[in-house]
């Protein structure tokens, strides 16, 4: 079975600055996703990024980019200039690769409040 | 865009009764699953369905059952709702083996 742990229940930064989410999992699958969806107070689920386990360059979506560590089994988000709207819980989450439906394993969440 | 709804935002229920939970996807996903959302636990997954009228369990389906009769609806029911069964849900879609979407998630309250 697969676990993902995500050890910063809280975090906090200040406008414009960067910060770094935590993430590691544990697997034995070689063909993977991994993502990071966030949830602001409204409660919708959004996806912020996905990496494919296959490749080997970081994943980047215009100020969220990850560090995939594979063989640390590690994925952390970097969000840089932060801004208020990126106050939200952010899910670290993995996805076994399959040719059928296949669930996502989530964290527990880290709460991200972002300062002025 | 993918769209995904739920029936309610917010239900109040009381215990003994059947609840009925609606999830409808507009992109023809073949995938569909619910999931529960609690504080500390993170999402758990209930039951998720990979066509019309299949399913399969997830995590945690004691006290759950689903109907998948439509390609676009899928329902998640508790037939006799319990007071720990009071949490977010939310319905997600997907196609195939790729990313999810998420519908705005219904917080049931179960008295």
């Known amino acids: 079975a697969q676990t993902v742990t995500q050890s910063q229940p809280e975090m906090s930064v200040q406008e414009a600055e960067t910060v770094t989410l935590s993430c590691t999992y544990d697997t034995s699958e070689n063909n993977y996703y991994l993502f990071w969806y966030k949830q602001p107070p409204s409660r919708q689920m959004i996806l912020v990024i996905r990496?494919?386990?296959?490749?080997?360059q970081n994943a980047t979506e215009n100020r969220f980019s990850v560090n995939f560590q594979k063989a640390a089994k590690s994925f952390s988000l970097k969000i840089s200039d932060s801004q208020l709207g990126d106050t939200a819980m952010y899910f670290c989450a993995f996805m076994k690769g399959s040719g059928t439906a296949s669930k996502l394993t989530f964290g527990t969440g880290t709460r991200l409040q972002v300062t002025l | 865009d993918v769209k995904v709804t739920q029936s309610s935002r917010y239900l109040v229920k009381r215990t003994g009764e059947k609840v009925f939970l609606e999830c409808v996807q507009d992109m023809d996903h073949e995938n569909m699953f619910w999931y529960r959302q609690d504080p500390g636990l993170g999402l758990r997954l209930i039951y998720f369905?990979?066509?019309?009228?299949?399913?399969e369990k997830g995590d945690i389906p004691e006290g759950y059952s689903v109907s998948r009769e439509k390609k676009e609806r899928f329902s998640l029911i508790l037939e006799s709702a319990s007071t720990n069964q009071t949490s977010m849900y939310l319905c997600a879609s997907s196609l195939w083996s790729d990313t999810q979407y998420f519908g705005p998630g219904t917080r049931l309250t179960v008295l």
């Open positions: 369905s990979y066509d019309v009228k299949m399913k």
């Open positions: 990496q494919e386990a296959y490749k080997q």
